[in-house]
């Protein structure tokens, strides 16, 4: 079964590799030495994302940022704010992102990752400040598609429906991917929008057994839980889905297992760790 996260850090990957291409090329040559530093680091951070190695892309990126990460470019901020969202250190994305400044040329695509996360966080009248504050310095059609599609979420989530439907009805039928972002769930449609978007598939699972550390109801507190325990289990996810009644729920889940038996063995280890009653299940 593909997760949610692994949908999401999908399709952020895939287009965030291909906008930064064009930002790599933007940085400046002058510097010597130091600017093809932080060109070999961005594209490290890169490759380590393309593979869901949060930790990696981060690890790539620690002397871009060490002592002096106000004088980094934005795209540096905007590249570690986006891994650590991947490993669901929301605070840490959120400070990465806020300190990239209105004059960097990506400061559109961080005030859309700050107000998708705002979203995430249950915050709507956060998350349509942040999309509004964007608005003001977004260029061409793309982006301010991509935004208002972003605002039109944050409408509906503050039960101002009929909003948020008259502005979705004002725009094309499909965006550009101008933000480096996501694109909405219900449609592959290219446009930003993590909270509600996610991106392109991460490899899945080759065992059929996973370990289950929690289920819950609310999406907001199986978020909570995977970054409470993401250390002991850095390969955890959050897998949609129902119930027998039909019911939504939230199947907090690590690990995966061709033999039950060292499924079961891993569970008794981090269930005496952890003091959590992990159970096995066969991957859906």
Same mark, same amino acid.
């Not at 961080?110 to 995430?120: C, K, V």
């Not at 509600?196 to 490899?203: K, M």
């Given at each position: 079964?593909?997760?949610?996260?692994?949908?999401?850090?999908?399709?952020?990957? +895939?287009?965030?590799?291909?906008?930064?291409?064009?930002?790599?090329?933007?940085?400046?040559?002058?510097?010597?030495?130091?600017?093809?530093? !932080? +060109?070999?680091?961005?594209? +490290?951070?890169? %490759?380590?994302?393309? *593979?869901?190695?949060?930790?990696?892309?981060?690890?790539?990126?620690?002397?871009?940022?060490?002592?002096?990460?106000?004088?980094?470019?934005?795209?540096?901020? %905007? *590249?570690?704010?986006?891994?650590? *969202?991947? %490993?669901?250190?929301?605070?840490?994305?959120?400070?990465?992102?806020?300190? @990239?400044?209105?004059?960097?040329?990506?400061?559109?695509?961080? +005030?859309?990752?700050?107000?998708?996360? $705002?979203?995430?966080?249950?915050?709507?009248?956060?998350?349509?400040?942040?999309?509004?504050? #964007?608005?003001?310095?977004?260029?061409?059609?793309?982006?301010?598609?991509?935004?208002?599609?972003?605002?039109?979420?944050?409408?509906?989530?503050?039960?101002?429906? #009929?909003?948020?439907?008259?502005?979705?009805?004002?725009?094309?039928?499909?965006?550009?991917?101008? %933000?480096?972002?996501?694109?909405?769930?219900?449609?592959?449609?290219?446009?930003?929008?993590?909270?509600?978007? !996610?991106?392109?598939? #991460?490899?899945?699972?080759?065992?059929?057994? *996973?370990?289950?550390?929690? $289920?819950?109801?609310?999406?907001?507190?199986? !978020?909570?839980?995977?970054?409470?325990?993401?250390?002991?289990?850095?390969?955890?996810?959050?897998?949609?889905? @129902?119930?027998?009644?039909?019911?939504?729920?939230?199947?907090?889940?690590?690990?995966?297992?061709?033999?039950?038996? $060292? $499924?079961?063995?891993?569970?008794?280890?981090?269930?005496?760790?952890?003091?959590?009653?992990?159970? @096995? @299940?066969?991957?859906?």
């Amino acid at each position: 079964m593909v997760t949610l996260l692994q949908i999401r850090a999908g399709r952020e990957r +895939r287009s965030a590799l291909a906008h930064n291409a064009a930002r790599l090329a933007s940085l400046p040559e002058s510097d010597g030495d130091g600017a093809w530093k !932080l +060109r070999a680091a961005l594209e +490290r951070a890169d %490759l380590a994302y393309a *593979r869901t190695d949060f930790s990696g892309a981060l690890e790539a990126l620690d002397n871009a940022l060490a002592g002096h990460d106000q004088e980094a470019p934005g795209i540096v901020h %905007l *590249r570690a704010g986006l891994a650590w *969202r991947g %490993l669901g250190r929301l605070q840490k994305a959120r400070e990465m992102l806020a300190t @990239v400044r209105p004059e960097d040329p990506v400061f559109v695509e961080a +005030r859309y990752f700050l107000g998708d996360i $705002a979203l995430e966080q249950g915050d709507p009248e956060l998350g349509l400040h942040y999309f509004d504050g #964007a608005l003001e310095s977004a260029a061409g059609t793309g982006q301010r598609t991509a935004l208002q599609r972003a605002r039109a979420r944050a409408l509906s989530l503050l039960g101002r429906d #009929a909003e948020a439907k008259d502005l979705l009805d004002g725009l094309p039928a499909a965006g550009l991917s101008a %933000l480096g972002a996501p694109t909405a769930r219900p449609t592959p449609a290219p446009v930003p929008a993590p909270a509600d978007t !996610l991106p392109a598939a #991460a490899p899945a699972h080759t065992g059929r057994f *996973r370990l289950q550390w929690a $289920a819950f109801r609310d999406r907001s507190l199986a !978020l909570a839980f995977q970054r409470d325990h993401q250390e002991q289990a850095p390969d955890m996810t959050i897998e949609p889905g @129902v119930d027998s009644r039909g019911q939504p729920v939230y199947r907090v889940r690590s690990g995966s297992f061709a033999d039950p038996q $060292a $499924a079961r063995r891993k569970a008794a280890e981090l269930s005496a760790s952890s003091g959590i009653d992990i159970i @096995v @299940v066969k991957d859906e």
